[in-house]
DNA sequence: ATAGTTTTGTTAAATTTTTCACAAATAGTT
DNA sequence: AACTATTTGTGAAAAATTTAACAAAACTAT
């Protein structure tokens, strides 16, 4: 990829760059149902946007379409992969291998080429040693050493919250550069580490909100 | 609530909502840790957000702090109760009982007063009539009624992908005001319900994107 | 051929969200 | 009492993101 077109990217829109793995995701779907071409209204409807959108969103990758026949999904999804995958691809380890570890592991294996667990890491006996989708899971006092041979460059938190800090703190000493945080309880990290945090109760306080506003007009509106 | 208050907080910021969750999480934390008072720049540093961010969400729900002491830890907690909860309470089910449906009942269950799971529901009968932290997991096909003589309003969608489109429709039918889709395949509900889906593979592959460029950047100059 | 329809690509405008910048208030210190 | 250091609250500016609007292209049907 050249120089500039590196750059680019690089400055591509935060919320560009969600949608444009939303859109891969789509579109791996509709090439399974044997579809070649797909409009920007098409993709607008699966995502719950507006055709614009996704327009603007492909002409910021440079990627054009046919007028009549709308976007080529394979070629489209190859654009994508150019933009988000990285040419070697990278490596995840997943600390905490209980439910939610697990279900990561089991949901996400051999979903994309270029990013895969590669390793589990836990501190009870029982879990270390064990194949969860042939991913092992490793003592998490070897974090370091696993983390530097296997070339491990991301690391997702799913520890009890109590162990939240100790653990990050451990994946940026083995020199992880990326984290995705699922516990609810916020963790530092140095700012060449990039961070993502998740909680799950924040978006189901967010449905429920909207919800209530939503019922509270109506009871409004019953009262005239 | 008056209603001028309600219609203030009907048109507050898509995203001041989520950080208020997010707030009220950090804040019950500090709570336990016995401290009475705490300043914006404290809650923006657990947050990853700037000082003003925090000062502005707190300007726009109206609530004020002192000027030496900062905020009031106990009173926050209870105006932001006051904007996202719901005075009667909402009732939550998860559809699909698998590893990701059991992780959010286990995780979620008692940690809010106002909003809680209620119902499980499952189409496999080893898993119909099981209990899980307290929660019932009931047969899918009484969805509708359980749904109705539970008061359930909000429902999250973790069956498997292929369920995905029919479980929706289920829970639309049975009356459901909003839907929380935690599998990767988009659904489409009437605009009277309110929805968010979320995938944790595009979070995933954000993190990977940002580190991939970070990659990239060092290896530039390292060439030269 | 011509008219009508549909869809892309993009400039410009609008909207939403965040940040700047600073007055006003309060407490501690000299 | 004057000075210094903090911190809040907010109008105004800036930045980020989305939408509107429409020309140009490409196909269909007449
Ligand atoms: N379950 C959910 O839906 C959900 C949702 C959001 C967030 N979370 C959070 O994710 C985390 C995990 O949830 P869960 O349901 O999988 O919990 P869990 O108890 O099933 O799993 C935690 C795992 O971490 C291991 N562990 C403990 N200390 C460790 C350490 N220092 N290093 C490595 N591994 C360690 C435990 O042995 C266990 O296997 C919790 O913090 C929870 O709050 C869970
Ligand atoms: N596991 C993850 O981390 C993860 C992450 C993101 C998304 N997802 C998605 O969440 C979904 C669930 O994942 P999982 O790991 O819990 O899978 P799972 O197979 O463990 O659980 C699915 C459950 O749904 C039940 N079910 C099947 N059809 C049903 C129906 N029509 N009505 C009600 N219940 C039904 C099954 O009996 C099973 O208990 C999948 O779509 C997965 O892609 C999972």
Redesign the interface.
């Known amino acids: 990829m050249s ?1 500039n077109a ?1 750059d680019t ?2 400055q591509l829109p ?1 919320k560009t ?2 949608r444009l ?2 859109y891969r ?2 579109l791996l ?1 509709c090439l399974n149902n044997n579809k070649e071409h797909i409009f920007s209204h098409e993709i607008a ?4 946007i507006t055709p614009v959108q996704v327009r603007r969103d492909l002409m910021l990758i440079g990627y054009s379409g046919t007028l009549r026949r709308g976007y080529n999904i394979r070629e489209l999804i190859d654009v994508i992969a150019e ?4 040419d070697q691809g ?1 490596n ?1 380890a997943i600390v905490g291998m ?3 570890g ?3 592991i ?3 294996s051999g ?2 080429h270029k ?1 895969s667990i590669v390793a589990g890491f836990d501190t009870n006996p029982d879990k270390i040693g064990q194949l969860v989708k042939g991913v092992t899971c490793y003592d998490a006092l070897n974090m370091k050493e696993v983390i530097q041979n296997e070339n491990i ?2 690391g ?1 938190i799913t520890v009890p919250v109590i162990q939240t800090t100790a653990t990050a703190k451990q994946l940026v000493d083995a020199g992880i ?4 945080n699922y516990t ?3 963790v ?1 990290v140095p700012e ?1 580490v ?24 109506k009871d ?1 509106l019953a009262k005239k």
């Open positions: 120089k590196r990217f690089k935060h760059i969600e793995s939303q995701r789509a779907i409807k699966i995502q719950h933009i988000i995958d990285s990278i995840v209980g439910n939610l697990r279900a990561m089991n949901y996400f979903k994309r990013l460059e991301i997702i550069k990326g984290i995705l609810p309880k916020p530092e060449n990039y961070l993502e945090e998740y909680d799950m109760i924040t978006t189901l306080e967010k449905v429920a909100f909207y919800v209530k506003m939503e019922n509270e007009l409004e």
